[in-house]
């Protein structure tokens, strides 16, 4: 089986659950406080799309670096970005938005941009309504681990598809 | 007709003499200038005050270029020099020394062969190939097993560029990092890096010898290899490359002793 490693990028704003999603379903040797010191930790998820092992290699940005100079140098050559927001909190999807439209339209192209509203298990009303207002592309919980290895799988399969 | 010629012939004589004049008149003059440059080019000395005069301007174009050359290799040249130093005024005081070499004496031992034994110990312990903008592996060489080399490519990466653009002046590169006994030292081209992971006292010929090996290696094989897909294959390729270069020189003994690679220490 060929084996493809690609960079995958995960922002969001604090508390969102990037470091979540990534701490349930990847494999990581390092510790959180990465996160902290230099602001990023790198963890590895390994998928399958087809007949390619995929080994995604991922950039968990701490969510206080968002639009500081430094993350910009952390995008650089990723294949893939996970935009991660917290469905209870709907200034995180507009931080996204921004980020999705500041940054990543104008500076990156080509790289394969996915919405994650995180956090799916603490919507209380009805989801179709309550989440009407929002673009996404996949609708998470990382408590529950609802969509969180299709996410990965999906963004796989689209990157390797370009 | 042909009076109309005539008459036409003459006034355009009278008008254009005095541009005719005029012409040969500046082609004499840039003639000689030509001449006078020519000889100001070929006359060293007036050449040297050429260059005098443009002095700012040829600084400003060469300046950024060499002076960056020149202060790697006189940095490099005077940490080479410290270190001779600092070796030789250690081994001509020590107790070490004057037992050394009686015992060489006794035993037979040339110098040469004596200096090499006396070598200080440094251990490459491993080899990274990264991709420089993804910071992807692009191949791993090692004598030991080490967890996860994907992952520590990554954060290697993550550390290299933080520090760049946290602390660095632009266009500068982190050259190493350190952690007890261990050093990582980072060879930094243009699509890639390498990162050696060093154990015990590497001093600087040890460095100006991985950074030559660096050097050819790149120019042989890494260089021209194409890094849009990162996959098993173009891995394979790299190790290979990093075998051939390596195992001859520094996998001689298990721990990979950089300080016994060759009769002339390299």
Partial sequence: ???????????????????????????????????????????????????VKVNLMLWDIAGNMMSKTLYNNYLRGAHGVFLVCDAMR?????????????????????????VIMNKSDLITEDPTTYLSAFEFDFLTSAKKGDNVESAFIQMATNILSK | MPAEKDHFEELRNLILESDRENYAHQNEQILDKLDELE??????????????????????????????????????????LKQSIENKSKALFSFKFFKQRLKNKMAGVSKGDAAINEAVDSSLLQIFVIEQETGLLIGEYSHINVLEPDMVAGM?????????????????????????????????????????VMEGYVDAETRANLQDDFLDLTDKTLGSIPLKDIDDKLKKTVEEALIATFSDKYLGNPELNIGELDENGK
């Fill in chain 2, 156 to 196: 290697l990466s993550a550390i290299k560029s933080f520090v760049e653009s946290a602390f660095g002046e632009e266009n500068s590169e982190l050259e190493s990092l350190e952690y007890s006994s261990y050093k990582i030292l980072l060879y930094n081209f243009n699509r890639f890096y390498f990162a050696c």
């Fill in chain 1, 90 to 114: 709907p200034e995180t999807y507009e931080s996204i938005m921004n980020e999705r439209e500041n940054i990543l339209s104008k500076d990156f192209q080509g790289t394969e941009t996915a």
């Fill in chain 2, 39 to 80: 000889k100001e080019l070929n006359d060293p000395e007036k050449f040297a005050a050429v260059i005098q005069q443009s002095k700012a301007e040829i600084i400003d174009v060469l300046g950024p270029v060499m002076g960056k050359m020149i202060k790697k290799f006189i940095s490099s040249e005077m940490s080479r």
């Fill in chain 1, 1 to 51: 089986m060929k084996t493809v490693s690609k960079k995958i990028v995960l922002l969001g704003n604090e508390g969102v659950g990037k470091t979540s999603l990534v701490k349930r379903y990847v494999h990581s040797i390092f510790n959180d406080e990465y996160l902290t010191t230099i602001g990023i930790k790198i963890s590895k998820k390994v998928v399958e799309v087809g007949d």
